[in-house]
C-alpha cells in the first residue's frame, strides 16, 4: 500500500511539473567561455610495414624524410646512396591530436594518423617521435607509438579484400603533453557562460536560476550568447565549488519554431513550437506509365519477301484519387496530431517535404522551413 502511495504520488508531481521533467542542466547547454580545447598538428613517419609502404620513387617528401630521420640519428647518407633507396616500408603520414583544457605536463591524449603518400595499409606500423604543433608554432606535445587499425587490406595484381580505411590508424595515449595551455577562470571576479544555442530567453532563464539558486543579482544576460556571472566575495577562493553548483542547476531551454527536412534522404523532422493555422490539403499522384513492344512479322519458309519489325508504343496515365483534408490547428495541437493529420491523407516523408513548402508559401505555417 505504501509503495502504491509513492508511485501515485510520484506521477502526480511528474503530471504537475511538465516543465521541471522537461529542464536540463546548465553545463549541458553551455560551456565557460576561453575553456575550449585546442587542435595540434604534426607530420612524422611510420616504419614496420608489410610492404605497404609509400612508393619513394613516386613520393619524394618521403625519401627526404627518411634521409632527414636518418641524418639525425647520425648516418650520414651520399648522393648515390640516397638515389638508391628502395623500401616499401616506411610511409609519411599527419598526426592530429586535441588538446583538452587544463591538460597538465605529462599528461596523455590519443592521437590519429593518416597517411599521405601512397601506402596501402599502415597497418602493423610504428610511429616515430613527432612532435605537434599548435597554430602559434609552439610544440605541445610529442607522439610516438605503435598503431592500432579497424581495418585491413589484402590481394594482388588481380584482387583486393579491403574493410574499412587502412590508411587510417589510431594511437591510444599515443602523445605525450610538454607544454600546458595557459588557462584560468574568474580572473577580475567575472566569468562568462556561452550557450551552445544562442537564444535571448535561454539566455534570461540562466541569469534568472543563478540569481535564484545564489539569492543576488550575481548573474546577467550579455547578449543571446553570452552570460556573465560574477563571483561573490565569499567564494572567490571557492571558484570551482561554486562553478559546479551552477552547472547542476535545472535551466528550461528555449528553442525557435523549426522544420528541417532532408530532400536526399527524406527525413523530415518538427520542433515542438511548430504551429500551423487552419489549411485544407489536397494530395494526390500522377504516374505516367510509357512502354514499349516489338511485334516482328517475317514470311513463311521459302516464300518471297522481308521481315518486318514494327515497334508498339502504350502509354498510360494514372492518377490517385486525391482527398481534401482541412488541418485545424488554431488549438495550438501537438506534433503527433499534425502528423496524424497528414498521414491521414496518405502522405510519405518525401510527400511532407512538398506539403510543408506549400503551406508555408502560403503563410500558414508558424515557425522556420529549413531545408539541407
Known amino acids: ?33 576561453g ?47 640516397v638515389e638508391d633507396l628502395d623500401t616499401d616500408n616506411i610511409a609519411a603520414v599527419t598526426i592530429t591530436a586535441t588538446l583538452p ?27 616515430l617521435m613527432t612532435p605537434l604543433r599548435a597554430p602559434d608554432g609552439k610544440v605541445y606535445a610529442v607522439a610516438q607509438g605503435p598503431l592500432s587499425l579497424g581495418a585491413f587490406a589484402f590481394g594482388g595484381k ?27 577562470v574568474g580572473k577580475n571576479g567575472i566569468f562568462k557562460y556561452q550557450l551552445n544555442t544562442p537564444d535571448f530567453t535561454t539566455a534570461s532563464h540562466i541569469a ?21 556571472v560574477a563571483i561573490p566575495k565569499e567564494l572567490r577562493n571557492n571558484v570551482v565549488n561554486f562553478i559546479s553548483a551552477i552547472e547542476s542547476l535545472p535551466v528550461q531551454p528555449d528553442t525557435p ?3 528541417v527536412v532532408n530532400e536526399r534522404t527524406g ?23 510509357i512502354g514499349s513492344t516489338t511485334t516482328v512479322s517475317q514470311p513463311n519458309p521459302l516464300a518471297p519477301g522481308q521481315t518486318v519489325v514494327t515497334q508498339n508504343q502504350n502509354i498510360a496515365v494514372q492518377e490517385d484519387e486525391g482527398e481534401l483534408v482541412v488541418l485545424d490547428m488554431q488549438r495550438g495541437v501537438s506534433i503527433g496530431e499534425i ?34
Open 1 to 33: 500500500m505504501k509503495i502504491l502511495l509513492h508511485t501515485l504520488l510520484l506521477l502526480l508531481l511528474t503530471t504537475a511539473l511538465p516543465g521541471l521533467a522537461a529542464a536540463t542542466r546548465i553545463k549541458d547547454i553551455a560551456t565557460i567561455h
Open 35 to 81: 575553456i575550449r580545447d585546442n587542435q595540434l598538428i604534426g607530420y612524422g613517419l611510420v616504419t614496420g610495414l608489410s610492404g605497404t609502404g609509400d612508393d619513394l620513387d613516386d613520393v619524394g617528401f618521403t625519401r627526404q624524410s627518411l634521409v632527414n630521420m636518418l641524418s639525425r640519428q647520425g648516418v650520414n647518407l651520399n648522393s648515390t646512396t
Open 101 to 127: 583544457p587544463f591538460s597538465k605536463t605529462g599528461s596523455r591524449v590519443d592521437v590519429e594518423v593518416s597517411s599521405m603518400g601512397t601506402a596501402t595499409s599502415l597497418a602493423g606500423g610504428t610511429l
Open 158 to 184: 588481380t584482387a583486393l579484400v579491403q574493410q574499412n580505411h587502412p590508411t587510417v590508424a589510431r594511437i591510444a595515449n599515443g602523445a605525450l603533453v610538454e607544454k600546458a595551455v595557459p588557462m584560468s
Open 208 to 228: 534568472k536560476a543563478i540569481n535564484t539558486r545564489f539569492h543576488d543579482n550575481v548573474a546577467w544576460p550579455n547578449n543571446e550568447g553570452m552570460v556573465e
Open 257 to 259: 519554431a523549426k522544420i
Open 267 to 289: 527525413t523530415v523532422v518538427m520542433g515542438k513550437d511548430v504551429r500551423i493555422d487552419t489549411v485544407a490539403v489536397s494530395h494526390g499522384n500522377l504516374s505516367l506509365i
Open 339 to 372: 502528423a496524424n493529420a497528414l498521414n491521414a491523407i496518405g502522405a510519405t516523408p518525401r510527400d511532407l517535404i512538398a506539403i510543408f513548402q506549400a503551406i508555408k508559401a502560403s503563410g500558414s505555417l508558424y515557425g522556420e522551413l529549413v531545408i539541407l
